[in-house]
């Protein structure tokens, strides 16, 4: 047990490490990540957070190889239901402001994987701003359960 | 979190048993769940009547001998359902082969119409062999929602590949060794919470 915790913590600080920044424009890109997922999984959540330090912006699209297609999401929870929803007119990105997606909330949604997403590995993910143009990023791809319990929450990294 | 922090709770993983001997005060402590404790709750139905990922007919009664673990989910959920089955896992982990093998982690497709018993078998194994996945027809799954009151909701969306999301709840119901319902898991408690709430019911709390 003990060692098992002290390799989880380990990985946590290699983790944090890890964090990977973007820029384009006025906007800051951190972190892009995704969950491995299972053999049989048709979906998964690509998280990241968008520092805009310019005029007020807007993440229209995004693009992916991994996936029949890419789509921006939404998802709350509503009592202990979680509901989850297409956001037609992309994620709003005021000026000055941080949008994070996360677990829980905003996520880029990958549908139709082609193949399973591998721990360890990383893919490319095209990203689309109304006024900052286009950016390319690496999604890294983290363990299956990342972030699933407070303990486990590598990626509230300072920036 | 460092590493001081995490070696003074480790004794509370090593010996919820023992926390039985201490005082008065804190045996009273002891008796509270971390999870929400349903015992007894009339609102809640007893059995379901499902088939799992291998085909087989299957029932709660089927496992009586161990803790069981109940979630409604599907395999389209990008979120929930994955952090939901890696907890699981971390779960089994926490308490220890002995104890693990004693307990029974059961995820229930809601979407019978993409989620195949090959699928959900491939999905919920890969993160512990001892998973089981359940399914069944519509009716089927509909009925076991109600006996538990797992809600959950087909939503349209016509614009989205998906076609459509499902609503549901995201509460783990738990089974003590003799199957009756004891507590309600919240998504966001932790392992280590509810590994030592599997524990003292596998003790026969």
Redesign the interface.
Known sequence: MLRTLILSLCCLTALSAQAHDYTIGKIKIGHPWSRATAPGAPAAGGFLTLENGGEADRLISASAAVSETVELHTMAMDGNVMKMRKLDNGIEVPAGKTVELKPGGLHVMFISLKAPLKEGEKFPLKLKFEKAGEVTVDVKIEAMGAAAAPAGNAHEHKH | ?D?RA??AW?PA??LPGLVGLAGCERLDKARSFKSIDITGNPEFGHDFSLHDHDGRPRSLSDYRGKVVTLFFGY??????C??????E??VL??L?PQDAARVQTLFVSVDPA?DTP???????T??HPSFIGLTGTEQEIAQAARTFKA?YSK?P?P????GY?I?????TLVFDPKGRLRLAV???????DVATDLKRLLDGA
Not at chain 2, 186 to 192: L, P
């Open positions: 979190m590493r995490l070696l480790l993983l090593a395999l389209h959920c990008p979120d929930f994955p952090t939901h089955l890696a907890r896992a971390a982990q926490a220890g993409r090959e699928k959900i078998k491939a999905y919920v890969v993160f809600s939503v969306m614009d989205s590949s998906l999301a609503d549901h709840s995201t509460l919240r998504h966001e408690q932790s392992a280590t």
